[in-house]
């Protein structure tokens, strides 16, 4: 029995492998071709300040493909870096995000501030900083309405060599963001080392932070840290009031998440803004 039992559950491990592995597979070959297709676009999340008001958006890539249905961005992005794919990959994101950004400021008049996810691989190609900054010129985007997010294995990978990257961007106004702050390998001296904006604090902490006095704890202390070191700190992840409430009795600047507004396309960016800055036009 013990063996039969024992058999079974290799066999269903190697099943799980081989599965996994032809799935990236197909993700990988099936990604080369999404640009061009036009299976890959942007969809946008709000922002909102302490005060109720609303402060800009993170821009998330999405993909719809025939073959492989609705693959999120964590599945892919991964896979992107890994098969040499994140250089176009990335330009299409800066690219479709500028453009579709500028749509929707100039259908209301009013400019907001833009958050980009930047990869790990992204970040690291050689001419990243240069282009980011040709392609905010192209579009007449100041680097003041923008900011890069980026996350803390990145940093701990390479300071050295991300420290002029960095400084480069910000001489030109562009703001940093760090990441789901809390989960990664971060060191406390590396955020005094590089030249860091803004504390986004993970997830996990906001959805434990109600339950778990730990989580609730630790979810502080990071509010504490990023005031501290003049940072804005912004909650994401936020599903409920009592989150919402929570985290601005901590001192947050910034939240996003469910409890506002999900994720949505720029059509949708548009009414959301405009019904959120003018409810009586
Ligand atoms: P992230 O940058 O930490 O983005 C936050 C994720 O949380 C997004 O998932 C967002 O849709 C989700 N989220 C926001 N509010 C809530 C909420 O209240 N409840 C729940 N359950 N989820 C919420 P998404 O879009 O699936 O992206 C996942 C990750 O993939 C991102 O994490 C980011 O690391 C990466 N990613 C997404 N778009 C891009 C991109 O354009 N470029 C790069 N390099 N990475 C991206
Ligand atoms: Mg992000
Ligand atoms: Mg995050
Ligand atoms: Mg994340």
Same mark, same amino acid.
């Given at each position: 029995?013990?063996?039969?039992?024992?058999?079974?559950?290799?066999?269903?491990?190697?099943?799980?492998?081989?599965?996994?592995?032809?799935?990236?597979?197909?993700?990988?070959?099936?990604?080369?071709?999404?640009?061009?297709?036009?299976?890959?676009? +942007?969809?946008?999340?709000?922002?909102?300040?302490?005060?109720?008001?609303?402060?800009?958006?993170?821009?998330?890539?999405?993909?719809?493909?025939?073959?492989?249905?609705?693959?999120?961005?964590?599945?892919?992005?991964?896979?992107?870096?890994?098969?040499?794919?994140?250089?176009?990959?990335?330009?299409?994101?800066?690219?479709?995000?500028?453009?579709?950004?500028?749509?929707?400021?100039?259908?209301?008049?009013?400019?907001?501030?833009?958050?980009?996810?930047?990869?790990?691989?992204?970040?690291?190609?050689?001419?990243?900083?240069?282009?980011?900054?040709?392609?905010?010129?192209?579009?007449?985007?100041?680097?003041?309405?923008?900011?890069?997010?980026?996350?803390?294995?990145?940093?701990?990978?390479?300071?050295?060599?991300?420290?002029?990257?960095?400084?480069?961007?910000?001489?030109?106004?562009?703001?940093?963001?760090?990441?789901?702050?809390?989960?990664?390998?971060?060191?406390?001296?590396?955020?005094?080392?590089?030249?860091?904006?803004?504390?986004?604090?993970?997830?996990?902490?906001?959805?434990?932070?109600?339950?778990?006095?730990?989580?609730?704890?630790?979810?502080?202390?990071?509010?504490?840290?990023?005031?501290?070191?003049?940072?804005?700190?912004?909650?994401?992840?936020?599903?409920?009031?009592?989150?919402?409430?929570?985290?601005?009795?901590?001192?947050?600047?910034?939240?996003?998440?469910?409890?506002?507004?999900?994720? +949505?396309?720029?059509?949708?960016?548009?009414?959301?803004?405009?019904?959120?800055?003018?409810?009586?036009?």
């Amino acid at each position: 029995y013990e063996s039969k039992r024992l058999k079974n559950s290799v066999h269903l491990f190697k099943d799980t492998m081989q599965e996994r592995y032809l799935r990236n597979v197909n993700i990988e070959q099936a990604l080369r071709s999404a640009i061009e297709n036009h299976e890959l676009y +942007m969809v946008y999340q709000p922002q909102i300040t302490a005060d109720g008001t609303f402060y800009g958006v993170e821009a998330l890539i999405r993909w719809n493909s025939p073959s492989l249905g609705n693959v999120p961005p964590d599945a892919f992005i991964p896979i992107a870096e890994a098969s040499g794919q994140m250089p176009s990959l990335g330009r299409y994101i800066i690219e479709t995000t500028f453009a579709d950004i500028k749509q929707v400021q100039h259908s209301l008049g009013i400019t907001f501030s833009t958050s980009i996810n930047i990869s790990a691989r992204q970040l690291l190609e050689p001419d990243f900083a240069t282009c980011f900054i040709e392609k905010m010129h192209q579009k007449d985007i100041k680097g003041i309405w923008l900011t890069l997010e980026i996350t803390e294995s990145l940093l701990i990978e390479d300071t050295p060599s991300i420290l002029p990257l960095l400084n480069a961007l910000k001489n030109n106004g562009v703001q940093l963001s760090m990441d789901d702050f809390g989960t990664g390998y971060s060191s406390l001296s590396m955020l005094r080392m590089l030249p860091i904006d803004e504390l986004k604090i993970d997830k996990s902490f906001i959805d434990a932070a109600l339950t778990n006095k730990d989580a609730q704890q630790m979810a502080q202390s990071i509010v504490t840290i990023g005031k501290n070191l003049e940072m804005d700190v912004v909650a994401e992840g936020i599903e409920t009031k009592e989150q919402l409430e929570m985290l601005t009795r901590f001192g947050c600047d910034r939240f996003q998440g469910y409890y506002f507004a999900r994720p +949505m396309d720029k059509e949708a960016l548009a009414h959301f803004v405009k019904d959120t800055l003018f409810p009586l036009t």
